[in-house]
């Protein structure tokens, strides 16, 4: 099922009524308080993004969810690049996960606003989901929204680990200027021991001339040091994590998307890809790359 969560971040009488509905539906009744209970522990907008996922996830809490399969309890929470906030750029991402509850997250503020606070909210909302009752929660992020992901799983285990099955699934992430969550992840790897976190990532390197870093880049989107090498070189090092990772050489850093992002302002960050030229090739390596996705989806 795909879900299309699209907001601003709402004002607290929303929140506040949005709880009140919980509350009198068939929702037990600590779903509400879960809402209550985190607006009164967070500070500023950041929490209110986390409610706002929260008041749209009320199905969760129904009975027929309560009451499913393992199977049909899986959530995927999808966080977009910079300045890709279409879900029409994802759509054979979200095709693959059909299976779980896809909530394709592209609130302006998650996926633009400094990475700590999005990865802050984004941790608030899996520890809300795993307390509903989710068997398993996959965070899904591309390039900035990767990165997003990665930090946030890294709050999650430095603290009381939620009982969730956890997964991480990455697309040729890259980090922000002040590398934040390549470096939170080099300080704090080898202490986390467990549980278990399976990671899949996918590298999509080809570079070239970029017109806005008017330099020639080697590793597509990111300068060196910020590109999904570089977070791999950290998240290897983790005892809790088992990171698999594919890389596909000929692709650059858009290639995957299912749109083109030639109106976009990040197409003249990100190089002009020069394989776009030799279709079978770039072809070839985006159907392997989209299968290897489809087998994440299945567990794979």
Known sequence: MFKRVN???????????CALALSKS????RSAKSLIDIGRSDVKGAIAYSLGVLALLGDYTQPAF??????????????PGYKLGDPEYYSSVAEAYARTEFLFLNDTQ???GPLEQSASALERAVRALSRQGCDEITLFGHSRGASVCA??????????SPKSRLMLCLL?????AERTCISRWA???ATLKWPKVSVKMIATPYGGFSNYYRKKLDSSCAPAGRDAEALRAVLVSAPALDVEQWNYPDLGH??????SVRDSPLYSVCPVNENEKSSALVQSQQAAARAVIKQWAQGG
């Open 172 to 176: 040729d992430p890259v980090d922000d």
């Open 151 to 160: 930090l946030a799983l890294l709050l999650l285990l430095s603290s009381t």
């Open 187 to 189: 300080g704090a790897a």
């Open 7 to 17: 907001m601003s971040w709402p004002h607290p009488l929303v929140v506040l009524l």
């Open 26 to 29: 068939a929702c037990p009744p």
């Open 66 to 79: 309560a009451s499913a399969s393992a199977a049909t309890r899986r959530v995927t929470l999808f966080v």
């Open 254 to 259: 858009l290639q995957l998307l299912d749109e």
């Open 110 to 112: 998650l996926i633009e």
